[in-house]
């Protein structure tokens, strides 16, 4: 799947939940249940991503042109938006994340539900992403 | 709580939360459930209209304009000043000086008397339980005088250290700046006898209200303290006015603290001499309309009566307690035998920020976090807490969906 494809997928996850809050919670939480375990060696400080009020770790690695994150946080709600983030990126080219165009908050109302705070805190874990998927770029130009 | 069951008169509920027109409305798609009133209280229709007809009919600057609005404006004004002095016991209206309220209040005392009338090695005592507004301004008079803040113990239960205290009084000691009642755990602090130690030792006692005006019955001269700070925003009145009560004697000597209009007598590019009290304290032209709607917010609470208001928020505390207790996980924080409706608490394997954000989906409004009291938070070994906190127009069935969504998530998070 494209990063057009997920977000078009999570739009129509969340259209069910018809607007309802507190499922739109829960919903979350049992995202960032499913999210793959960060290793308590990659919760660093370095790791941690400024400008979320929960604290929010972050890691990406570089496979075959590919970038794959890691991410935790130590609330989870936070834990179920950063998943939403890594399930759109993993897998995706170090320009396409770069380019990408993420609509998919508006699309199902993200700042409706998860307040004005943690809508900032969910820019600075896509910033940070990109972060990453520059420096892999300059990396891949570096090496080839 | 300090109640007298003998003479409180059962308050009829229903007919107060008539009086709050934003307690009835649905926040996600639910009824809200009100449970912030430590950070701020609602307003009734009486204040509401304060602030409408002052706009509306006699908006004027005050004190120095002779037509007519600006005399009903006055008089208004300080119709307020005569409504805090009943309300809190003062000798007289020129103890009571208007502020933004407590933060400003403390700011006040604590660069007017602090920079006047502390130097090297004097001691502040303050409590563990403070908010930042009272811990910072010291802080600040400390590295611009040379004195040293001390720090009163809080004990496992969440009320203070008197003994430590005692030991912490010396000569050394000047002033000492507790509040009456803990914004983040509710405690009521023995306030009468922390002043009559503090004043045992020589120094003055400074009283933060903002947990206590809506609450408590106050009176300045039985708790002989040398300052007071409430308010107006946390009392059902607007926000962004409140007030410092403090013995003439001692805020004649003390410097201003701004400088302006109205706090002056005589002004010349030789020498200016200053405003007889209150208005030495009361620079720039005040916040007129908040001030004169804050006095139907005191004369709300003296309808009602304290001692009514302390019965029913006092019933509301215990029943949130036990039933708040049994939960699974949970653990109260601050269990003082004596409190104001403040029920703090952290649930085991659950961030504090998602209960607050789980319950706020269900319309009920509680607080997360450090409440401004960082130093207590590391005290307690916790990040932060929920706080659900209590006011006159809330009831035992808010209560029991606090619960329902509480059970809710911790059935959610097993």
Excluded at chain 2, 49 to 57: E, P, Q, R
Excluded at chain 2, 212 to 232: K, N, P, R
């Amino acid at each position: 799947m494209n990063i057009e494809e997920t977000q078009d997928a999570i739009t129509e996850e969340f259209s069910l939940l018809d607007g309802d809050r507190e499922m739109a919670v829960f919903y979350l939480m049992e995202l960032g249940q499913k999210l793959p375990e960060m290793p308590e060696a990659d919760r660093t400080e370095e790791n941690v991503v400024k400008g979320c009020q929960s604290k929010v770790w972050l890691s990406g690695q570089l496979e075959d042109g590919k970038v794959h994150f890691i991410a935790d946080s130590n609330t989870a709600i936070t834990k179920g938006l950063v998943s939403l983030l890594v399930r759109i990126f993993n897998g995706q080219t170090p320009d396409a994340i770069l380019n990408a165009n993420l609509t998919f908050m508006n699309r199902i109302g993200m700042e409706r539900f998860i307040g004005t705070q943690r809508s900032n805190g969910f820019g600075a874990m896509i910033k940070q992403m990109k972060l990453y998927a520059l420096a892999f770029k300059t990396k891949m130009q570096v090496n080839s | 709580m300090t109640s007298s069951p003998a003479v409180t008169r059962v308050l009829d509920v229903e007919a107060i939360r008539k009086q709050f027109p934003i307690l009835h409305q649905q926040v996600n798609g639910r009824d809200l459930v009100y449970f912030d009133n430590a950070a701020t209280s609602q307003k009734p229709l009486v204040v509401i209209d304060a602030l409408i007809d002052y706009y509306k009919g006699y908006n004027a600057n005050i004190h120095r304009g002779i037509h007519t609005l600006a005399e009903k404006a006055t008089k208004a004004y300080e119709e307020t000043r005569h409504t805090a002095r009943t309300f809190i016991n003062a000798r007289s209206e020129q103890e009571i000086i208007f502020t933004r309220g407590v933060t400003e209040s403390l700011n006040l005392v604590a660069s007017s008397y602090g920079r006047a009338f502390l130097k090297t090695n004097d001691e502040i005592i303050i409590s563990g339980l403070e908010h930042h507004s009272n811990i910072v301004p010291w802080q600040i008079v400390c590295e611009a005088t040379g004195a040293v803040l001390r720090v009163i113990p809080v004990l496992e239960n969440g009320a203070l250290d008197l003994e430590a205290y005692k030991k912490l009084l010396s000569p050394r000691t000047k002033v000492v700046s507790v509040n009456h009642a803990s914004n983040s755990l509710g405690t009521i602090n023995p306030v009468k006898e922390i002043i009559a130690l503090a004043h045992a030792a020589g120094a003055v006692a400074v009283i933060d209200g903002a947990q206590t005006g809506a609450h408590v019955a106050i009176d300045v001269q039985d708790l002989d303290c040398d300052f007071y700070c409430l308010s107006s925003h946390k009392m059902y009145g607007p926000t962004g006015t409140g007030l410092l009560y403090g013995k003439r004697e001692l805020l004649e000597k003390m410097p201003p603290y701004q400088a302006g209009g109205e706090m002056i007598k005589d002004v010349t590019f030789a020498k200016t001499t200053y405003n007889d009290l209150p208005y030495k304290f009361e620079a720039g032209t005040p916040n007129i309309a908040d001030v004169v709607a804050y006095k139907y917010a005191m004369d709300f609470i003296l309808g009602l009566g304290h001692e009514n208001i302390a019965a029913h928020e006092h019933a509301l505390l215990t029943y949130a307690t036990e039933r708040v207790s049994t939960l699974k996980g949970v653990r109260l924080i601050g269990t003082a035998p004596q409190k104001v409706g403040v029920l703090s608490f952290d649930v085991k394997g659950i961030h504090h920020f998602d209960i607050g954000q789980m319950l706020d989906s269900r319309g009920i409004a509680v607080r997360t976090g450090h409440h401004c009291t960082q130093p207590l938070m590391e005290c307690f070994q916790v990040e932060g807490t929920v706080r659900a906190s209590f006011a006159v127009y809330n009831t035992k069935k808010e209560i029991d969906q606090l619960v329902e969504g509480l059970e809710r998530i911790i059935n959610f998070m097993k």
